[in-house]
């Protein structure tokens, strides 16, 4: 039994590590775009290629060791968040940049390329989501005690 313990703090030891890991990545990257975007530095596209893979690969295994440490409860929650508060969040999202117009969103946005359109899409779901994602999971735990 204080095998099984001993192995899960360890485990937990090292998901923390991964999260501190990644926030600081998160947090170096995010500081390296915000002092390139007013230079004329332009990263290879091949760099940026390899560094967003090594990112995904890393947080892949550090999701699948933190998803082995938790136990049934918070494994339903992150379903039933997911589900209910990521996936329909996406149905309510999707009808804006319609009903806002185009007119609007160059207003707000500025003059954008397609391609940064489809990143400012692209993102803005995915913040819906994790938004969703988040409500519905605090309502769970709320809802549990």
Do not use: C
Not at 34 to 55: C, F, K, Q
Not at 73 to 89: D, L, Q, T
Not at 107 to 124: C, D, K, M, N
């Amino acid at each position: 039994m204080t095998e099984h313990i001993g192995r899960q703090a360890r485990r937990q030891k090292i998901v923390r590590g991964y999260w501190i890991a990644a926030t600081a990545i998160g947090f170096a990257i995010g500081a390296g775009h915000a002092l390139l975007e007013d230079t004329a530095v332009v990263l290879p596209r091949g760099l940026l290629t390899i560094g967003g893979a090594i990112i995904a690969l890393a947080a892949f295994v550090g999701a699948v060791v933190y998803w082995r440490n938790i136990d049934e409860a918070a494994r339903e929650a992150h379903k039933f968040a997911w589900f209910w508060g990521g996936s329909n969040s996406i149905l309510l999202a999707l009808p804006l940049p319609f009903l806002i117009g185009d007119q609007r969103l160059i207003a707000l946005f500025g003059q954008r390329s397609p391609t940064e359109w489809l990143a400012i899409g692209v993102v803005g779901l995915i913040v819906v989501q994790m938004v969703g994602y988040g409500l519905v999971w605090a309502a769970w735990w709320l809802r549990q005690r």
